[in-house]
């Protein structure tokens, strides 16, 4: 491109570090195909039977009063069959380059949109609620990758693009007029700064009478899980090196000063300062 009088630039070496970057500049971006078709009856199939789970034992109404209808929560921690999403190279990539190489698992929910009926989620928000401050990076990352296509009948997830880079949202008539709805194939994903902000749409389509999405919240490893994800999963995936990470296993909070200096002399033991330490325990 033709330039000049400009100092500095981003340079993008592969398809990561372009999604990345429009993260960073309109607070979303896009990535096609992370799932393959064959894969979307299987899930579709099973994030009904996890909400169905959840419904019997906790019932409906008690769901909808504390607005949590049609939110599969925890989905992971149900089927291990999720667990294989928080690793899919296309995503993987993206939020290794958007948060560094290091990041855990907030949250991951079902989102169960159907035709001709309301949904909390349909109303604004940015999924670290209540925190009204910006960082110089972003501090979290969601993933929604569609089970069912999202189209504007279907109740796409809409977002206002830069909205992400203020502290205080837009007007409503701001909003109204500068909203987009993120239409994506199923078997896509959305993935976008946590603080933008959005929401679902209303699912007025008479093909589409379900539209399902997974939507998983990853965030720098300081920050605290919405459910214990290590406590509820038991120890499972502990000893797969990328989901001991990203679970949060490795950083789960020590009980006492002691367990963490043990933690940290393992640590030591294992690195180049092991020649500093005898082979006697600290405690």
């Not at 992370?34 to 009856?41: E, G, I, K, P, T």
């Not at 940015?126 to 990352?141: H, K, T, V, W």
């Not at 950083?251 to 000063?257: K, L, P, R, V």
Request: glycine fraction near 6%.
């Amino acid at each position: 491109m033709s330039k000049y009088g400009l100092l500095n630039q981003t340079i993008c070496n592969n398809i990561a570090e372009q999604k990345a970057e429009e993260i960073v500049y309109k607070g979303f971006c896009i990535v096609d195909d992370v799932l393959a078709s064959d894969q979307l009856d299987s899930l579709r199939t099973k994030l009904d039977m996890v909400y169905q789970k959840q419904v019997d034992i906790l019932g409906e109404e008690l769901l909808d009063t504390i607005r949590d209808g049609l939110v599969a929560r925890n989905v992971l921690c149900h089927d291990n069959t999720f667990v294989e999403l928080l690793s899919l190279p296309p995503i993987v990539d993206v939020l290794k380059k958007a948060l560094g190489e290091k990041y855990i698992l907030i949250a991951q929910n079902g989102i169960i949109n159907k035709s001709k009926q309301d949904h909390y989620q349909r109303n604004w928000h940015r999924d670290f609620a209540y925190q009204n401050y910006m960082c110089s990076e972003p501090l979290g990352i969601n993933v929604m990758i569609a089970l069912d296509d999202f189209t504007v009948e279907s109740g796409a997830t809409e977002v206002v693009p830069l909205s992400h880079k203020f502290v205080q949202i837009p007007s409503e008539e701001y909003i109204r007029k500068n909203s987009i709805s993120a239409c994506v194939k199923a078997g896509s994903a959305i993935i976008f700064d946590s603080i933008l902000l959005h929401k679902a749409g209303m699912n007025t389509s008479d093909d589409i009478l379900v539209r399902r999405g997974i939507n998983h919240i990853y965030g720098k490893p300081m920050m605290r899980q919405t459910i214990d994800i290590p406590k509820a999963l038991g120890g499972k995936f502990k000893e797969d090196p990328h989901l001991n990470t990203v679970l949060g296993y490795e950083f789960e909070s020590f009980s006492s000063d002691i367990e963490w200096r043990q933690f940290k002399y393992e640590q030591f033991k294992m690195n180049s300062f092991k020649h500093r330490l005898d082979e006697k325990p600290l405690y």
